[in-house]
């Protein structure tokens, strides 16, 4: 089945312990991208990836980092979490860097900093 | 830069009625336009697209026509179903193709 698939669905930390949220896809797609979605805010990008080794910044992307060394896999990098990075995170993968294709996205990773 | 406004919710509605929300959209160029539907513990999924002007999306009985003249994107459907319930984003893919600008988001709840 094509799928993009995030680890974990549900996490709570404390501040400052570093965790990373993995992503997967199998679709061999190009375009992988990190948002958050926060109440009364939409979608928001985090950072996004037209190929493996490619990355770069979308509108929010401060205490975040990525890495894309293999084309399947965009794991999401919180290096010292702070509070109001508690949000609902998706990762989500394209054909091309051209989005008409539109997107497929995971599942969502809940994330509570306390 | 490239937005997308859609209509403040909640909305809710009975079963069987006519659905309405409305998208309008700020871009420069010719953008491809979106609904996705996200459902209750779930990521987003594409729900219909159209990717230039006058083209109509459709998918599960909802319709949305890209219109260049008045930038909207609305979606409908003519008789709604309990099932329909979830958040609805409408979006656009920005013309310089890397991003994709989802507005806040109407969650739709449809009672028996």
């Known amino acids: 089945e094509a799928q993009v698939t995030q680890n974990p669905r549900y996490l709570i930390t404390v501040t400052g312990k570093k965790l990373t949220v993995t992503c997967s896809q199998n679709?061999?797609?190009?375009?992988m991208s990190w948002y958050r979605q926060d109440p009364g805010l939409g979608l928001r990008q985090i950072y996004y990836?037209?190929?493996?080794?490619?990355?770069d910044k979308g509108d929010v992307p401060e205490g975040y980092k990525v890495s894309r060394k293999e084309k399947r896999n965009f794991p999401l990098i919180l290096e010292s979490p702070s509070p109001n990075q508690t949000s609902l995170y998706f990762c989500?993968?394209?054909?091309?860097?051209?989005?008409?294709?539109?997107?497929?996205f995971g599942s969502g990773t809940r994330l509570t900093v306390v | 830069g490239d937005s997308v406004t859609q209509m403040e919710g909640p909305v809710t509605l009975s079963e069987e009625a006519f659905l309405t929300i409305n998208c309008t959209y700020t871009?420069?160029?010719?953008?491809?336009l979106f609904w996705y539907v996200q459902y209750p513990g779930e990521g987003l999924q594409l729900l219909l697209k159209?990717?230039?002007?006058?083209d109509k999306g459709s998918n599960k009985g909802f319709e949305a026509t890209y219109r260049k003249e008045t930038t909207s994107f609305h979606l409908e459907k003519g008789s709604v179903q309990v099932s329909d319930s979830a958040v609805y984003f409408c979006?656009?893919?920005?013309?310089?193709?890397?991003?994709?600008?989802f507005g806040a988001g109407t969650r739709l709840t449809v009672k028996p």
């Open positions: 159209a990717t230039k002007a006058d």
């Open positions: 979006a656009l893919s920005s013309t310089n193709n890397n991003d994709m600008r």
């Open positions: 679709m061999n797609h190009e375009y």
């Open positions: 989500a993968s394209s054909l091309k860097g051209n989005l008409n294709y539109g997107y497929t």
């Open positions: 990836s037209m190929n493996v080794e490619v990355t």
């Open positions: 871009a420069t160029g010719y953008p491809s």
